[in-house]
């Protein structure tokens, strides 16, 4: 099975900062990458798809990028409804597998 | 709208069974792949299985494997996950979820996700 790793695990930011999320994955995944935000209660939400391709309805503030298996998430400006919980997901092979998980809270 | 309703979840002791359904609507259902993810309380997300859009292939988390059979029902619009030899540690919010993109279960991202239905294993 493909490992999925995630850094920071959780982090503390300001409205109006930029964040930077990493994933990296066990092995090559080439760009079979994807990020969803949770909110509290709340079913998951795809944001990003193949590493850098921005899901309909999601606002430009968010873009990722990398291949093989290094990944970046990037909030370019922290707005209030973007604090919650991001997670990579891997969808190269079955079993398919996520990060833990990055938690963001406010300073 | 693509929307999709999950139901059937409910307090099961150790070793019993259920059955959850996932009925969608708002696109060509044999098209897409679907899945089922789980989310243990205050944990992160497991994916527990998938099926093609034809129905042909199935998949399956290590977890899960021998006790969970997933289908799909093309005339109800709906996919299924048979619950069997249930465990503590099966006790989660379970969501399905459809492939953005693709009829296989691999190679895109899962787009949308229902709102969950939580099982309780619990003696």
């Known amino acids: 099975d493909i490992q999925m790793t995630q850094s920071p695990s959780s982090l503390s930011a300001s409205v109006g900062d930029r964040l930077t999320i990493t994933c990296r994955a066990s092995?090559?995944?080439?760009?079979?990458l994807n990020w969803y935000q949770q909110k509290p209660g709340k079913a998951p939400k795809l944001l990003i798809y193949a590493a850098s391709s921005l899901q309909s309805g999601v606002p430009s503030r968010f873009s990722g990028s990398g291949s093989g298996t290094d990944f970046t998430l990037t909030i370019s400006s922290l707005q209030p409804e973007d604090f919650a919980t991001y997670y990579c997901?891997?969808?190269?092979?079955?079993?398919?597998?996520f990060g833990p998980g990055t938690k963001v809270e406010i300073k | 709208e693509v929307q999709l309703l999950e139901s059937g979840g409910g307090l099961v002791h150790p070793g019993g069974s259920l059955r959850l359904s996932c009925v969608a609507s708002g696109f060509t259902f044999d098209n897409y792949a679907m899945s089922w993810v789980r989310q243990a309380p205050g944990k992160g997300l497991e994916w527990v299985s998938g099926i093609r859009g034809s129905g042909g292939n199935t998949y399956y988390a290590e977890s899960v494997k021998g006790r969970f059979t997933i289908s799909r029902d093309s005339s109800k619009n709906t996919v299924f996950l048979q619950m069997n030899s249930l465990r503590a540690e099966d006790t989660a919010v379970y969501y399905c979820a459809k492939d953005l993109e693709r009829e296989t279960v691999a190679g895109s991202g899962l787009d949308p996700w229902g709102q969950g239905t939580l099982v309780t294993v619990s003696s």
């Open positions: 997901q891997q969808s190269y092979s079955t079993p398919l597998t």
């Open positions: 092995q090559s995944i080439r760009s079979y």
